[in-house]
């Protein structure tokens, strides 16, 4: 699947007066590159729940994987919505990025494969899957795989500082 260009709209509430809306290129770069992403997940009661996560951009969307065991599997089963960041710690240099979306389990082989194969080039051999009967399996474990489809992303410039809002249409997509 591949996206259509977003909306672009440049939040001037938040802007420098001289900034520039971040290019699209720019954003899908960022999370294609990104070496370590922070998911945000709400518990069944209600509380936020957020963790650091490696991930991979394929078919423009973000993958991750978890165990099924694991707090943000169980937060997903019942509630999809995520919220994911990932940027630099610098106040004045570089961009954070925020994409709000859904998270699905994954489960076709062929979609799963090409997911594996970019953990691996991304990440190296110690996140070596192998895909079987529309899951991953990796050692003595099997993670649960999620596609996180975007409603709208958001990139926070610094130095010139501008925020950018890039949406699919609306929230629904």
Known sequence: ???PDPSVRLDRRFSDPD???TPWPQVREQLS???LYWLSTVRPDGRPHTTPLIGVWVADALHICTGA?????RNLASNPAVTVTT???ALDAGTD????GTA???AEDGALRDVAAEYLRKYGPEWQFDVRDGAFH???SSPLVYRIDAAAVFAFAKGVSGQTRFEWGGFAR
């Open 69 to 73: 065991e694991e707090q943000k599997a």
């Open 33 to 35: 590159a990104a070496p």
């Open 138 to 140: 990796h050692e003595h």
């Open 19 to 21: 900034a520039q809306p």
């Open 1 to 3: 699947m591949t996206l």
């Open 104 to 106: 699905g389990l994954l």
């Open 97 to 100: 990025v925020v994409v709000e």
């Open 87 to 89: 940027g630099t710690a």
